[in-house]
C-alpha cells in the first residue's frame, strides 16, 4: 500500500455570503492488512462434562500473519458487533464462526476484517476392532499386537490397553507390553486420549485365525532286503489332513517341530525303523499344526512250516510253504503254495504278504550216510560200531532181513557182507570183514603140531597188529611183519608158563572209511616145563 501528502479545500456557502478554506498534511490510506489465509477450519471435541468445546482463538493467528505481534487481533461472533472478551478460552456449544478483524499495529495499513475462523464440534468416537492371530498347534493361546487395533483414524493420538473395563476406568493395571501381549480367544479395551484432549473407549476383540485341523497318521513300508528292521517311507503321503493349500515339512522330534529346525530333508525316501516323526502344516495364513506320524517297519513275514529237508542223494521230495500268504512264486517258476518232486538242491520262494515280498530259501539236502567206525570180534560174535546218518540205525547180512541190534552171533569163518541203513532208509552202506580163524590152544614143543599161532594170512589188511597179553592186562609179544603175525609161546626169547592168555587182531579194512576192526580170543599155552 501507499500513501501521501496532498492539499485540499472546500466551500460552504450560507446563502449571503461564502467561506473557502484548505487544509494540508491529511494521511490518505491506499490499503489493508494483507493476511495469508481467509478462512481456517478446526474440530472440537466437547467436554464430556460440559458439552462445550474450548478453544485459544489467539493460537490461529500465525495462520493469518507472518509476524502476529505487529498486528492487533479483535474477534466476534460472525454477525456481532461486540468483541469476544476472553478469546485465549473461548468456550462454544454449537458450530461457531468466528470473525477476525486485524489492525495493523504501525498505522500505515487499513484494517482487514476479511479473516474467519470456523469452529465445529465434533465429538472423537473410537470403534470396537478385531484382531485375529495364529492359534499355532492348538495351544489356545497367541501374541497380539494391539496397537494395530485399528480404533481410530485419528492420529497422533494416544492408547492405553486394559484386560478389564474396571481397569480402564481406575487406570489402573495397564497392558506394559501391548505390541506383543499373550493371551487366548477374549477382549481387551483401549482408551484413546487425542492431542486436544477428547478420549473414547473401545473394545478390542481377541480371536483366532482359521487354523490348520490335523489328525496323526501312521505309515506302514516294507522291509529293505538288507536291513530287515528298517524301511522307506514317503512322509508326504502320511494322510494328516484334506485341507488344501497348505504346506508340510517334516521333523524326528516335536522340540524341532515346534522350532522349526532340522526339518527332513528327504521326506518321500525317508529311512528309519519304526518310529515317529512329526510334521509341521502351515496354512496361507501362517499359521500351523503339528500331527504325529507312526512309522512301522512291516518285517519279513516267513512261512513257519517250511524247512530246510534231508532226502537220500537221488531221492525226491516235495516243499510246500503252507497257506495265508497272498501269493507264491517259487524258484523253480511255480506259483502254487506247494512244489512236488524236487531233487537235491536249494530253493527260495516269494512269499507276499500285502504289498510285501519275503524272500525264503530252503535247502533239500543229502541225508548224510551213517559210518561203520569200528568192528569188534570176538570169537564167532561180530559187533557192528556206527557213527553219523540219523539213528536209528539197522544192520543187516544180507540187505534183506533187517534187524535193530548191531551184534551179530554164530557167524562161520571167512568173509562176512555188513549192511547198515539209518533213519532216512536210503541205499545201505555195506562192509566186507573178516572172521578170523579161531586158534585156542598150541603146544609149542617143536613137533610142528599147534606150535605157534599164525595169522599170517591176513597180512593183506591195513595196519595188522597181532598182541599177546597176560591175565593182568600186561602185554607179552606183538606180532608184526616182521615176525609174520606168528607167536610161538614165547616172551622176551623165552617160554612162558603154561596157562591161558589173550590176545587181540586188529587192523583197518580196505574200504574207503578204512574202518577199524578188532578181533579178540584166548588161548592155551601148554609148554613142557
Excluded at 465429538?123 to 492348538?138: G, I, K, S, V
Amino acid at each position: 500500500a501507499t500513501m501521501g501528502v496532498g492539499y485540499f479545500g472546500f466551500s460552504g456557502s450560507t446563502g449571503a455570503a461564502s467561506v473557502r478554506s484548505s487544509i494540508k498534511n491529511v494521511k490518505i490510506y491506499t490499503d489493508k492488512v494483507s493476511i495469508l489465509q481467509n478462512s481456517i477450519t478446526q474440530s472440537f471435541c466437547p467436554n464430556p462434562t460440559t458439552g462445550n468445546g474450548s478453544v485459544n482463538l489467539t493460537s490461529f493467528n500465525p495462520q493469518f500473519v507472518s509476524t502476529p505481534a505487529n498486528y492487533t487481533f479483535t474477534y466476534y461472533v460472525l454477525g456481532s458487533s461486540t468483541p469476544i472478551a476472553n478469546p485465549a478460552s473461548y468456550q462454544f456449544s454449537a458450530n461457531t464462526t468466528i470473525s477476525v478483524v486485524i489492525k495493523d499495529n504501525a498505522g500505515v495499513l487499513c484494517d482487514n476484517p476479511d479473516g474467519t475462523i470456523q469452529l465445529n464440534l465434533a465429538p472423537f468416537n473410537a470403534t470396537d476392532a478385531t484382531l485375529l492371530e495364529c492359534n499355532n498347534n492348538n495351544t489356545n493361546s497367541a501374541v497380539y499386537n494391539l496397537t494395530t487395533a485399528n480404533v481410530t483414524s485419528t492420529t497422533g493420538v494416544t492408547k492405553k490397553y486394559y484386560k478389564t473395563m474396571n481397569d480402564l476406568t481406575a487406570g489402573t493395571n495397564e497392558i506394559t507390553n501391548p505390541s506383543a501381549y499373550p493371551s487366548g480367544a477374549g477382549v481387551v479395551f483401549v482408551k484413546v486420549t487425542t492431542t486436544q484432549g477428547c478420549t473414547d473407549t473401545a473394545q478390542i476383540t481377541l480371536g483366532f485365525l482359521p487354523q490348520v485341523i490335523l489328525n496323526d497318521a501312521t505309515i506302514e513300508s516294507c522291509f529293505i532286503e538288507n536291513n530287515t528292521t528298517s524301511a522307506a517311507f514317503d512322509l508326504t503321503s502320511a494322510n494328516v489332513t484334506t485341507q488344501t493349500g497348505i504346506t508340510k515339512k517334516f521333523y524326528t522330534s516335536l522340540a524341532n517341530a515346534l522350532s522349526g529346525t532340522n526339518e527332513i530333508a528327504n521326506p518321500t525316501a525317508y529311512v528309519s525303523t519304526s518310529t515317529t516323526v512329526y510334521v509341521r502344516v502351515t496354512n496361507t495364513t501362517g499359521c500351523y499344526t503339528i500331527a504325529k506320524i507312526n512309522l512301522i517297519v512291516l518285517p519279513p513275514v516267513q512261512s513257519a512250516v517250511l524247512k530246510d529237508k534231508a532226502i537220500c542223494i537221488d531221492g525226491r521230495t516235495d516243499l510246500d510253504a503252507g497257506p495265508g500268504f497272498d501269493g507264491y512264486l517259487w524258484s523253480t517258476g511255480a506259483t502254487t503254495q506247494a512244489i512236488q518232486g524236487v531233487p537235491v538242491g536249494i530253493y527260495w520262494v516269494q512269499l507276499k504278504t500285502g504289498n510285501c515280498i519275503t524272500i525264503q530259501t530252503v535247502r533239500v539236502n543229502a541225508a548224510p550216510q551213517p559210518v561203520i567206525s569200528t568192528i569188534d570180534i570176538t570169537n564167532n560174535t561180530i559187533t557192528v560200531n556206527v557213527n553219523g546218518g540219523t539213528p536209528p540205525y539197522q544192520y543187516s547180512l544180507d540187505g534183506v532181513s533187517w534187524q535193530d541190534s548191531n551184534v551179530f552171533t554164530g557167524l562161520p569163518r571167512g568173509e562176512v557182507k555188513v549192511f547198515v541203513k539209518d533213519h532216512y532208509n536210503c541205499e545201505p552202506i555195506q562192509l566186507q570183514i573178516t572172521v578170523p580163524n579161531l586158534i585156542n590152544a598150541i603146544t609149542p614143543n617143536g613137533d610142528n603140531v599147534n606150535d605157534y599161532i599164525d595169522y599170517s594170512a591176513l597180512a593183506y589188511k591195513k595196519n595188522l597188529v597181532f598182541a599177546v597179553y597176560d591175565r593182568y592186562g600186561n602185554k607179552l609179544y606183538e606180532a608184526d611183519k616182521i615176525r609174520n603175525y606168528k607167536w610161538d609161546g614165547t616172551a622176551s626169547g623165552k617160554k612162558i608158563i603154561t596157562g591161558t592168555y589173550w590176545y587181540t587182531i586188529s587192523w583197518n579194512e580196505n574200504d574207503r572209511n578204512n574202518t577199524q576192526t578188532k578181533y579178540s580170543g584166548w588161548v592155551l599155552v601148554k609148554n613142557r616145563e
